[in-house]
């Protein structure tokens, strides 16, 4: 159940975009807001990077999580069988 | 973390970066910003490499997992329902005892498991339904077609797997 990359790769990972935004930052630009525009979706991207690695490293929570339909399809084709068995006398499990 | 969330981390932080860069534009004159352009930019491009390997190996690395998650319960779900029909085929006390079984464990499954491993934890219960259930398999009579009562193959207390 624990993560699977370590704290050290993750703060590797950390310090090159915070590096990387910050050498973006102190590039020249003539006009501000584009420049504005391109940091803040630089950011993004590399925020959305990182937040897919941690997302992809825990499979059983957030938003990417495993489901557990398959353990509820075989519960109900187990109960079937289990009810299948009932006109002939056979008890159901509580 | 939801879709939501994560939407909102995403926007959240570029609306910061953007914000700082346009007050770094207000603060600091642009002359200065041209001093740091040339290392700026080679460090840049040096940096941007390195994290850009670094990330890839580090995705392929989680994503491999993920999928390995993945079949891991799918291959779970194909085992159980093997046993659910082969189990179907067996005379009453047995055939019933470990569909019962199966239903206990599989209702564990899915009302503690799976939430304790949304929470990163363990679940010790799903654990001892599946010994359990390894148990009435082990412990159970069979009378295959043709042939006098048998006991399994597996002797009691011999192997015990632990939970696939």
Redesign the interface.
């Known amino acids: 159940?624990?993560q699977?990359?370590p704290g050290l790769?993750w703060s590797?990972?950390i310090a090159?975009?915070s590096?990387?935004?910050g050498?973006?930052?102190?590039?020249?630009?003539?006009a501000?807001?584009s420049?504005?525009?391109l940091?803040?979706?630089?950011?993004?991207a590399l925020?959305?990077?990182l937040?897919?690695?941690?997302?992809?490293?825990?499979?059983?929570?957030?938003?990417?999580?495993?489901s557990?339909r398959?353990?509820?399809?075989?519960?109900e084709?187990?109960?079937r069988?289990?009810a299948a068995?009932e006109p002939?006398g056979?008890?159901a499990?509580e | 973390m939801s879709y939501t969330e994560l939407g909102g981390l995403v926007v959240g932080t570029g609306f910061a970066a953007a914000l700082i860069c346009a007050l770094l534009h207000r603060m600091v004159h642009h002359d200065r910003f041209r001093r740091y352009h040339e290392v700026g930019y080679a460090v840049f491009l040096q940096l941007g490499v390195i994290f850009a390997v670094l990330l890839a190996f580090v995705f392929n690395n989680v994503w491999s997992e993920y999928n390995v998650a993945s079949q891991a319960v799918d291959s779970e779900c194909g085992s159980l329902h093997g046993i659910a029909m082969l189990s179907d085929r067996l005379p009453s006390p047995a055939r019933d005892a470990i569909l019962n079984d199966l239903h206990a464990y599989l209702t564990t499954i899915l009302d503690r498991e799976w939430p304790d491993m949304q929470r990163r934890h363990e679940s010790r219960a799903a654990d001892a339904r599946f010994q359990s259930l390894w148990q009435t398999v082990e412990r159970g009579r069979y009378r295959p077609r043709g042939q006098p009562d048998s006991r399994s193959a597996a002797e009691p207390g011999g192997h015990r797997p632990s939970k696939p």
């Open positions: 159940m624990t699977s990359v790769v590797v990972l090159f975009a590096a990387l935004i050498c973006m930052l102190v590039f020249a630009a003539e501000s807001l420049k504005a525009v940091v803040g979706v630089f950011t993004s925020t959305l990077a937040l897919t690695v941690q997302i992809l490293d825990f499979p059983f929570e957030s938003a990417l999580q495993l557990s398959d353990f509820s399809n075989t519960l084709k187990v109960d069988l289990i068995a002939h056979r008890k499990p």
